[in-house]
């Protein structure tokens, strides 16, 4: 049962970051297509065949909506999986934040060439401190820290 109860913790807080991801994702692609994800803008245009696979160059604005969601995104699921986990919660929250490293750097390998370089080390970077900064938010409020 303890098992059960640190893998549901865990997907908690990996489904909470995702569908948070997918949320802004979606509402910037509607009110602000500019600052939305680069690969969010490729898709919504055709891509000419003779178009080259050089990265976009993103808006510092657009830079710091992305690095911002990212964070506070990571750290709404560091909370709900510290909220979750039994027992001790700060070994979940760093076993998210391991999952969720290895997925982002999963994710600038699949989109390299697609991004700027600058942009895919921030989001690798800023995820799992953002699961760490949601982790040790709930234990400050439990009193723990």
């Known amino acids: 049962m303890v098992i059960l109860r640190a893998f549901l913790a865990l997907a908690g807080g ?59 995104t990571g750290a709404a699921g560091g909370y709900q999986t510290a909220l979750a986990a039994r027992g001790n919660p700060l070994v979940h929250v760093l076993a998210l934040g391991m999952v ?26 800023i995820s799992p401190l953002g699961v760490l900064a949601g982790g040790l938010l709930r234990l400050r409020v439990l009193g723990i820290l």
């Open 14 to 72: 990996l489904v909470t970051i995702t569908l948070l991801s997918l949320l802004v994702n979606a509402l910037l692609r509607r009110f602000a297509p500019d600052w939305a994800a680069p690969e969010a803008r490729q898709a919504a245009r055709p891509k000419a065949p003779t178009e080259d696979r050089n990265p976009q160059r993103l808006s510092p604005g657009a830079f710091f909506v992305q690095a911002g969601s990212a964070l506070l």
């Open 100 to 125: 969720v490293l290895a997925l982002a750097a999963l994710s600038a390998l699949q989109a390299k060439g697609e991004q700027p370089v600058s942009f895919q080390l921030t989001l690798v970077a």
